[in-house]
């Protein structure tokens, strides 16, 4: 199973908007509605900050949001903040035996 | 509060084995299944294996399939990984992590693992 594809990079200055995409296949992120996204500072354990697809975890900014259209799921930051600047990976179900296929990860640079 | 505290990494030759262990704590440990990811210094998440809350259901990601067995003590709330025949390309921080359908929801802060001669 290959990992789903990221832009290895985004960034935005304070305030602004920043998206990231996710791509994958009919047999992940095209095939279910189980895609996740995580945010992981350095040196931290990831943090979960969407869960299927679009639904926020208690104590999750609203700044937050998440989508998807057919194989491609993405993660938007509205109003950018410092502590936003952390490494974003989605996460894809992908069957009973696979479980699991995560994203190359995205570097989200607050300017 | 949810705790997960990972054990067991460290320096081990290439061949060689360990165990990891994840002591859980602040929910039903029992009735959560349960995962693995790693992390290789400076690269991405990679799932490595889950293990339902049944005990006996348990998954792989091929490159350990064979070599890698997840286990869990539900009396000790401990989740486990033995990790046999390793490898290089196992250098990294093993992480456990709660499913929450389709989700983790709380993760360790992981153990690193390091093969090396």
């Known amino acids: 199973q290959s990992a789903l594809t990221q832009p290895p990079s985004a960034s935005g200055s304070p305030g602004q908007s920043v998206t990231i995409s996710c791509t994958g296949t009919?047999?992940?992120?095209?095939?279910?509605?189980?895609v996740s996204w995580y945010q992981q500072h350095p040196g931290r354990a990831p943090k979960l900050m969407i869960y299927?697809?679009?639904e926020r975890p208690s104590g999750v900014p609203d700044r937050f949001s998440g989508s998807k259209s057919g194989n491609t799921a993405s993660l938007t930051v509205s109003g950018l903040q410092a502590e936003d600047e952390a490494d974003y990976y989605c996460?894809?179900?992908?069957?009973?035996?696979?479980?699991?296929?995560f994203g190359s990860g995205t570097k989200v640079t607050v300017l | 509060e949810v705790q997960l505290v990972e054990s067991g990494g460290g320096l081990v030759q290439p061949g060689g084995s360990l165990r990891l262990s994840c002591a859980a704590s602040?929910?039903?440990?029992?009735?959560?299944?349960m995962h693995w990811v790693r992390q290789a210094p400076g690269k991405g998440l990679v799932w490595v294996s889950r293990?339902?809350?049944?005990?006996?259901?348990?998954t792989y990601a091929d490159s350990v399939k064979g070599r890698f067995t997840i286990f869990r003590d539900n009396a000790k709330n401990t989740l486990y990984l033995q990790m046999n025949s390793l490898r290089a390309d196992d250098t990294a921080v093993y992480y456990c992590?709660?499913?929450?359908?389709?989700?983790?929801?709380?993760w360790g802060r992981g153990t690193l693992v390091t093969v090396s001669s």
């Open positions: 009919s047999s992940d992120v095209g095939g279910y509605n189980h």
């Open positions: 602040g929910f039903t440990f029992s009735s959560s299944h």
């Open positions: 996460c894809s179900y992908a069957g009973s035996n696979t479980v699991f296929v």
């Open positions: 293990i339902k809350s049944d005990v006996i259901t348990t």
């Open positions: 299927e697809v679009t």
């Open positions: 992590a709660r499913d929450a359908s389709f989700s983790l929801d709380y």
